[in-house]
């Protein structure tokens, strides 16, 4: 297995982890604002597909990201997430989810990032890029980060909240 497979198959798991804790969730359990530092469900969940299409698609590609272009006013947020940096826990306490439109728009993303996997080569995803704010690592840091790590940290968080909630969090 080389590097890509690998990377490949870390972001089907945590893929299916996040799906399957999301599967039941309802619009109550996804708008229920939790207090303190945390964020709602379905802020969380919108904050990963819209993290993953700027990090894939703007920073990486330097491609327009989904959301500003062909998916614009289409990904089941009322608003946008602040820019890095930005008020997320204010935004999360203020968005309202559409969760269908948000699991369209999430297929989406995840869709370009797999195209553009699947468009590399092993030297191509070794290259090296330089971030502000991230600093200088290769492409399929970036992509691991945004499409397998940070999915799965939140997974746990929503999981959480879920059981919280008095429902099942993670599906397995």
């Known amino acids: 297995m080389n590097a890509k497979q690998a990377l490949k198959e870390q972001i089907d798991m945590s893929r299916a982890f996040l799906d399957g804790t ?5 619009d109550e359990q996804c708008h229920h604002k939790p207090g303190g530092e945390a964020h709602p469900i379905g802020a969380t969940y919108g904050h990963l597909a819209t993290a993953e299409d700027q ?5 990486v590609r330097g491609a327009t990201p989904l959301m500003m272009g ?3 006013g289409k990904t089941g947020l009322s608003e946008p997430p602040p820019a890095p ?3 997320l826990l204010g935004w999360s306490n203020r968005v309202v989810v ?3 439109a948000l699991r369209e728009y999430t297929r989406a ?3 370009a990032t797999d195209a553009y996997l699947d468009s590399l080569s092993d030297d191509d995803i070794g290259a090296e890029k330089e971030v502000p704010g ?10 691991g980060l945004a499409a397998a790590i940070h999915p799965a940290n939140h997974c746990g968080e929503i999981a959480a ?5 008095g429902a099942k969090g993670y599906p397995f």
């Open 22 to 26: 999301l599967a039941d969730v309802t």
């Open 55 to 59: 990090i894939v698609n703007g920073v």
């Open 70 to 72: 062909e998916w614009a």
């Open 85 to 87: 940096g930005g008020d």
């Open 98 to 100: 559409d969760i269908p």
């Open 109 to 111: 993303v995840r869709d």
């Open 134 to 143: 991230f600093g200088k690592h290769p492409l399929i840091w970036y992509l």
């Open 161 to 165: 909240l879920k059981g919280i909630l």
